[in-house]
């Protein structure tokens, strides 16, 4: 049985001060969080350890969302996995599409970024999804299938705690669009096959994530059919009520 999880990804929003008051609004609405649901939040780099402080004490955990490929060395501005270890983080969120697409990173890179953070004892949260053209070019399997092919190529897996896989349809970010409860399963499925012919047996424990316009009223739907393991949620986690109505749904 694969224990359902709730990932807040918080982007490129909140100064410090509005990060902390968020942490500890979400800390109090769920201070009864049923351990049936893992909690993670996200912040910016620059707010990892105020929200730190925030989390410590509970059952939610920090992640980063993004992460370096290397331990260390002269790299001007990237971030270590052990920094992010050092601060408190157990998770990355690795090859999300903004960054693919604004930031122009590739699969090797993503590649490269996962095997570095299994290294680093850091769970990464890899994301795939096609975008609206190569849906629309009826590629959408195809190009999940080489982004995991690549992403997971020589990568070894102790535990299948230690990866989390996030279905991300491009179209569906930040738009309300969102794939239909049967798209998702099939892909799901879709996902933890190819995954399975990567890792082996192991895959049928990974949990895989959807993400894109999530929301309170939307979750449960998504959450219903059985490969669906949890949700990555960018806007709706800006709100701690939606949010914390996120994960109680997730949880029940
Ligand atoms: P939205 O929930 O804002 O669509 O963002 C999804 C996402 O990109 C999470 O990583």
Avoid at 65 to 85: C, K, R
Avoid at 158 to 184: C, F, H, Q, R
Wanted: net charge neutral; glycine share 10%; hydrophobic share 40%.
């Amino acid at each position: 049985m694969r224990k359902r999880l709730i990932v807040a990804n918080w982007k490129m929003n909140m100064l410090r001060r509005e990060a902390k008051e968020l942490a500890e609004r979400i800390i109090n609405l769920l201070n009864d969080l049923r351990s049936s649901v893992d909690v993670v939040l996200a912040p910016p780099y620059t707010s990892l350890d105020v929200v730190y402080r925030v989390v410590r004490e509970s059952k939610i955990q920090l992640g980063a969302q993004n992460v370096f490929w290397e331990a260390w060395g002269a790299v001007t501005g990237e971030i270590s996995p052990y920094m992010l270890t050092d601060i408190g983080c157990k998770w990355a969120i690795i090859g999300h599409s903004e960054r693919r697409n604004i930031l122009r990173e590739t699969d090797i890179m993503v590649q490269k970024k996962i095997k570095t953070s299994l290294d680093a004892g850091l769970t990464p949260v890899f994301c795939v999804g096609e975008t609206i053209g190569e849906r629309e070019k009826g590629k959408t399997i195809n190009v999940i299938e080489s982004q995991i092919e690549i992403g997971l190529k020589d990568v070894k897996l102790a535990d299948s705690a230690n990866l989390v896989i996030a279905y991300e349809p491009v179209w569906a970010i930040g738009t309300g669009n969102n794939a239909t409860p049967k798209e998702i399963e099939h892909l799901h499925g879709v996902i933890r096959e190819i995954t399975g012919g990567i890792l082996g047996q192991i895959a049928s424990d990974i949990r895989v994530l959807y993400g894109g316009s999530v929301n309170p009223e939307n979750i449960k739907e998504i959450l219903a059919t059985p490969n669906v393991d949890g949700a990555l949620v960018g806007g709706a986690s800006l709100r701690a009520d939606s949010f914390g109505k996120i994960v109680q749904l997730a949880g029940e």
